[in-house]
């Protein structure tokens, strides 16, 4: 357990619709990083947040965004979802300024099914 | 661009053999890099990292080394166990005008008792 949760488990939903996935840092961490993991793309970084500001953007997709909140737990939302979005969704968190050398550690996933 | 290149998978093992998962790099500065290994249903765990060249990073037997001449980071392990079947990824992160963590494919492993 690295201490990182994520909710829902899964999540199963219509194009078009628009859905909130929630992570929980491990206490104490300031960073925290969203991955998108799917057959065709593999594991790739969508964005990472620092005490509440973005910090590093990736591959996200204009309809998705992110927020960290004062209590340091951060929610990834995905709208207009398509059949495309369906995958896993990882949140990660480590201790500093999410600089090169930072550890990650990473939650359980969110499972989405778009249909 | 930066990128990670690892062998493609399955490799397939009898308990005991030794193991070499090949990852290479292209990267315009000095990344850090890292060995990560997903279980079944799980997320990611970290394996080893090393952060500057000639590192030698290790843990639970396995062994990789930052070689910048050759720019590559292969995972060895001298005997596999079953337990070991995993995916395993590798991986870099940078600072290049933003930090950047990029992701190789992952490979499979499964080992045969």
């Known amino acids: 357990d690295s201490g990182v949760t994520q909710t829902p488990k899964h999540l199963i939903t219509a194009t078009g619709q628009r859905v909130t996935l929630r992570c929980s840092p491990r206490?104490?961490?300031?960073?925290v990083y969203w991955y998108q993991q799917s057959l065709d793309q593999g594991l790739q970084f969508l964005i990472q947040?620092?005490?509440?500001?973005?910090?590093a953007k990736g591959n996200i997709l204009e309809r998705f965004s992110a927020q960290q909140f004062p209590d340091l737990h951060s929610e990834l939302n995905l709208s207009s979802l398509e059949l495309g979005d369906s995958a896993l969704y990882f949140c990660?968190?480590?201790?500093?300024?999410?600089?090169?050398?930072?550890?990650?550690?990473f939650g359980p996933g969110t499972r989405l099914t778009v249909l | 661009g930066d990128s990670v290149t690892q062998m493609e998978g399955p490799v397939t093992l009898s308990e005991e053999a030794f193991l070499t998962i090949n990852c290479t790099y292209t990267?315009?500065?000095?990344?850090?890099l890292f060995w990560y290994v997903q279980y079944p249903g799980e997320g990611l765990q970290l394996l080893l990292k090393?952060?500057?060249?000639?590192d030698k990073g290790s843990n639970k037997g396995f062994e990789a080394t930052y070689r910048k001449e050759t720019t590559s980071f292969h995972l060895e392990k001298g005997s596999v166990q079953v337990s070991d079947s995993a995916v395993y990824f590798c991986?870099?992160?940078?600072?290049?005008?933003?930090?950047?963590?990029?992701f190789g494919t992952g490979t499979r492993l499964k080992v045969l008792a």
């Open positions: 947040y620092y005490n509440g500001e973005e910090r």
């Open positions: 090393a952060t500057k060249a000639d």
């Open positions: 991986a870099l992160s940078i600072t290049s005008g933003t930090y950047k963590y990029i």
């Open positions: 206490s104490g961490d300031l960073s």
């Open positions: 990660a968190s480590s201790p500093r300024t999410g600089g090169p050398t930072d550890t990650q550690y």
């Open positions: 990267a315009t500065g000095y990344p850090s």
